[in-house]
């Protein structure tokens, strides 16, 4: 598999996971919102793809996944498709 065209795929298209929970944007958008009522500090929305970049990595370094490494690029994908709209 080329990781980088199956992430811009999870990323930039509509696939199975995304009619299923909405887009990264959507669903990370409502991560955020949660953890700012459970925690009562500002969660953001990139706060939750540096977050989940961070779990995929601390996963890695114990036990190689492709998996993991794709993820990640997805969420960097994502996390830049949001900072370009800035």
């Given at each position: ?15 199975e996971r ?30 939750v793809f ?29 996390l830049n ?6």
């Amino acid at each position: 598999m080329n990781i980088l065209e199956e992430a811009n795929k999870i990323v930039n298209e509509c696939t199975e996971r995304s009619k299923l929970y909405g887009t990264y944007r959507e669903c990370n958008q409502r991560i955020a919102d949660l953890m700012t009522i459970l925690t009562g500090k500002q969660i953001t929305l990139q706060d939750v793809f540096y977050l989940e970049v961070s779990m995929k990595l601390a996963r890695e370094v114990q036990f190689h996944k492709e998996e993991n490494l794709l993820d990640i690029v997805a969420y960097i994908g994502a996390l830049n498709n949001e900072l370009e709209k800035q």
